[in-house]
């Protein structure tokens, strides 16, 4: 049989909803495999860069290590260097304590002495001059004031 021009073809709305379905998951399915393709170009640059992160972090940890037992070694020298300073220190506050006990006492008398002698010798060779005094309405009064109240300075001199 043959169709004639008057029949048409009539789609019932199940077979178009049906084609509009097959429709959508065509192209949910095409979204997908191209995220899924970079995904994976993804992960393989992801993998490629662990690896030369590997590569370099395996020689630096070695390194670093090396270093950090240098240090740990310096270290040492120092604490050891530093107790052999505090050591020292110690005795020499010692040997100042037991100096200044030992002859700081004496030493300070026989300066204290020497001072007295030479204080005694100074005021023998030289003998002070006594201070000259005017006597005032039955009272004594150094000669300097008398000087100043009478318009002279003490060396005799108008001020």
């Known amino acids: 049989m ?4 008057r029949e048409r073809c009539t789609v019932s709305g199940g077979e178009v909803a049906g084609i509009l379905v097959a429709v959508f998951w065509a192209i949910l399915v095409s979204f997908l495999a191209v995220v899924l393709v970079r995904l994976a ?11 030369d992160v ?20 310096q270290l040492d020298k120092v604490d050891a260097i530093a107790s052999d ?19 700081g006492g004496p030493l300070v008398k026989v300066a204290a002495f020497g001072y007295g002698v030479r204080q005694a010798i100074g005021r ?36």
């Open 2 to 5: 043959r169709a004639t021009s």
């Open 41 to 51: 170009q993804t992960l393989r640059a992801t993998t490629a860069l662990v690896a």
């Open 54 to 73: 590997t590569e370099q972090a395996v020689p630096l940890l070695a390194d670093a290590s090396a270093t950090l037992r240098s240090a740990q070694t």
């Open 85 to 103: 300073v505090q050591e020292v220190t110690s005795n020499a506050s010692a040997l100042s304590t037991t100096v200044a006990s030992t002859f």
């Open 124 to 159: 023998r060779a030289t003998p002070a001059p006594e201070p000259a005094r005017a006597v005032i309405v039955g009272r004594t009064v150094p000669l300097a004031r008398v000087r100043k109240r009478n318009g002279r300075s003490s060396r005799g001199q108008k001020d």
